[in-house]
């Protein structure tokens, strides 16, 4: 039998963005020398607009720059739809303006001149991060694609079920026959792809997204 091929995964990238060209140059040369692939920008206008959401790896990038602050920077990311690891330095030690990024989603804020240590430490921490938002991100697209074949009724058993209502408690909140409701669950099940209504709740659980309080993606 002959098993199925393996792609293999995107190498990540190490973005790395500082509107003094020198810094640029030194972070990437310990980045390089350490193994990472990087790619260079001294300009956040133009760093955005060549930016793919969609390439793995992290943003290591000044919080202070005249064009455009890395807040700012880490706002303009978010508004486009995806979270992007990012490790932040700062020269002047400002502990608001830090606790501030960090509050936003920031990995770590490194004080300049950054130490060849820390910042590896960083890095690898970011990239572990974005895999691990990119898994969950991957498991949010698959339960919606599952959700996407349930028809209109089926949605509907299925948020009753997802309460914990057993088939004749969701026939008697819908006015249907019991035997009715086991077809719609029995069909719920097939097409989500789960054997029990414990391991279709974890299913939704799983792809809830965080900061939503938990709540389960249904309509």
């Not at 091929?5 to 030194?26: C, G, K, S, T, Y």
């Not at 020398?33 to 943003?59: K, N």
């Not at 910042?119 to 697209?141: M, N, P, S, W």
């Amino acid at each position: 039998m002959t098993k199925g091929l393996v792609m293999p995964q995107p190498q990540p990238i190490v973005f790395v963005l500082d509107d003094e060209r020198r810094v640029v140059m030194a972070l990437a040369r310990m980045l390089r020398d350490s193994g990472f692939a990087v790619r260079c920008w001294t300009s956040p206008t133009e760093f955005l607009e060549a930016h793919d959401a969609d390439t793995p790896g992290c943003l290591v990038t000044a919080l202070r720059m005249a064009a455009m602050g890395g807040l700012e920077l880490q706002r303009a990311l978010l508004a486009r739809g995806r979270e992007r690891a990012i490790v932040f330095m700062d020269g002047d030690g400002d502990i608001p303006t830090t606790v501030q990024a960090m509050k936003a989603g920031a990995v770590s804020c490194l004080s300049k001149p950054v130490r060849r240590e820390e910042l590896l430490a960083a890095v690898q921490e970011a990239i572990v991060k974005d895999a691990y938002g990119r898994t969950q991100h991957r498991e949010r697209e698959d339960v919606f694609r599952r959700l996407a074949r349930l028809t209109p009724r089926e949605r509907q058993v299925l948020g009753l079920v997802a309460t914990g209502m057993l088939t004749k408690q969701i026939a008697a909140e819908l006015g249907a026959a019991e035997k009715t409701i086991k077809v719609h669950r029995g069909r719920i099940m097939e097409k989500m792809q789960v054997r029990t209504a414990t391991a279709l709740v974890g299913l939704l659980s799983r792809a809830a997204p965080r900061g939503d309080g938990g709540r389960l993606p249904l309509p």
